[in-house]
C-alpha cells in the first residue's frame, strides 16, 4: 500500500465548543469547519497543522462509537487516520497480512472523504482509519 501522510488524528471530546477554546486560544489553531456526521453519529470540528488535520470528535449519541468510548474511557485520542492511494486495494492488503478490518467497504466520511477503520485490536491498539480523497484523485 502507499500511504501518503497522518491525514488527521482524531480526539474525542466531551464539548466540542469548549474544546476548540483550547485548539484556538492556547495552541493558536483555527477551526476551519464543523460538521456533523450523522452515519457515524458525531459532530467534528477541523484543524490544519502542517498538512495534517486534527479532527476533534463530539458524540451525538451515547450508542455511537465515540459516545461508548468516552463512557468507558474518558476524553482522549479515539483514532489515526493514514491517506492512502487506493483504500480498496489497501484493505485487502491489510486484510490479506491478518489485520481484522471494521470495515471491509469503505464509506463516506467528514470532508467528503471516502474511509475505512482497521480494528484496534489488530493495530497495536491505535483505532486506525484509511482515507482517500477521491474528489482529488
Ligand atoms: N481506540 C482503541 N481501542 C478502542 C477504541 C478506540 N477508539 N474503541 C474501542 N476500543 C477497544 C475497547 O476498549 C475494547 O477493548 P477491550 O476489549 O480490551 O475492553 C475493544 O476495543 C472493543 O470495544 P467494544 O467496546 O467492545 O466495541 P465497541 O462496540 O465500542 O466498538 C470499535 C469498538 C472500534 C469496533 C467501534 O468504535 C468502531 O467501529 N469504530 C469505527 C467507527 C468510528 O470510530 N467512528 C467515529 C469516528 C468517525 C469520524 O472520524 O468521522
Do not use: W
Not at 466540542?16 to 489553531?29: D, H, N, P
Not at 470540528?45 to 458524540?59: D, H, M, N, R, Y
Amino acid at each position: 500500500m502507499e500511504i501518503s501522510h497522518i491525514e488527521h488524528i482524531g480526539i474525542a471530546v466531551k464539548d466540542l465548543k469548549e474544546s476548540i477554546k483550547y485548539y484556538e486560544e492556547v495552541l493558536g489553531l483555527k477551526c476551519y469547519g464543523i460538521e456533523e456526521v450523522p452515519e457515524q453519529k458525531v459532530r467534528t470540528a477541523f484543524f490544519l497543522v502542517g498538512q495534517t488535520k486534527i479532527e476533534l470528535l463530539e458524540s451525538t449519541d451515547p450508542e455511537g462509537p465515540v459516545g461508548k468510548f468516552i463512557e468507558k474511557k474518558g476524553e482522549g485520542m479515539h483514532h489515526m487516520a493514514f491517506a492512502v492511494k487506493n483504500i480498496e486495494g489497501s484493505l485487502s492488503e491489510a486484510e490479506s497480512k491478518g489485520v481484522q478490518l471494521i470495515d471491509k467497504t469503505p464509506r463516506k466520511g467528514a470532508e467528503g472523504m471516502t474511509i475505512a477503520f482497521l480494528h484496534p485490536k489488530s493495530t497495536n491498539g491505535v483505532l486506525t482509519e484509511f482515507c482517500e480523497n477521491k474528489n482529488t484523485n
